[in-house]
């Protein structure tokens, strides 16, 4: 995909367009409206022959980048690149949140409001430690290592409304000083 003619999408302050990111067995491809689906399915296939890999279409998702008018006529006409897109391939509509390796990504997408549901979970794992009654010590190495270090690169890369930092923040000190009020 690097070398092929395929012409990704512009990144500010980057030399080279944005073509392609991979993470474990997730895979971002950038492409631009006027780049050739033809040559992406090649690349694509190329890859999985060579590396024994599947491609998994039906948990491929398309988020369409460009202007509404352009974004809203990848949706209704399912088309891409000149190419129309198979039924099972999932395409984002402005305001759908698309996560891409744990970042909600999409045009339109209020990342704070899934906060909420972090928020939700973090408190159900230190429900759950504290019904095994650990240590101050323990709870914070709780606290640190399954409920910070989950949420710290979601914070990093969607950022964190003031509101949901001070719920968080209030949430990790009720369940390390056990809702009583901590020494400093």
């Given at each position: 995909?690097?070398?092929?003619?395929?012409?990704?999408?512009?990144?500010?302050?980057?030399?080279?367009?944005a073509k392609?990111?991979?993470?474990?067995?997730?895979?971002?491809?950038?492409?631009k409206e006027t780049d050739d689906y033809q040559?992406?399915?090649?690349?694509?296939?190329?890859f999985c022959?060579?590396?024994t890999a599947k491609f998994n279409h039906e948990k491929t998702e398309i988020i369409p980048?460009?202007?509404k008018t352009f974004r809203e006529s990848v949706v209704?006409?399912?088309?891409?690149c000149g190419k129309r897109l198979s039924d099972e391939i999932k395409i984002a509509t402005d305001g759908t949140a698309v996560r891409i390796l744990g970042a909600w990504q999409g045009n339109g997408v209020d990342a704070s409001e899934k906060w909420d549901e972090i928020l939700e979970k973090q408190l159900k794992v230190m429900k759950l430690w504290a019904n095994s009654y650990p240590s101050a010590?323990?709870?914070?190495?709780?606290?640190?290592?399954?409920?910070?270090s989950r949420a710290f690169f979601l914070m990093t890369v969607n950022g964190i409304s003031k509101k949901h930092l001070e719920m968080m923040e209030k949430n990790i000190r009720n369940f390390i000083w056990q809702g009583k009020k901590g020494p400093i």
């Open positions: 995909l690097r070398r092929s003619r395929i012409e990704g999408l512009p990144i500010h302050r980057m030399i080279d367009n392609v990111s991979s993470f474990a067995d997730d895979t971002t491809l950038y492409v040559i992406i399915d090649e690349c694509l296939d190329l022959a060579a590396s980048v460009g202007t209704q006409t399912r088309t891409l010590l323990a709870r914070a190495r709780i606290a640190k290592a399954l409920v910070v």
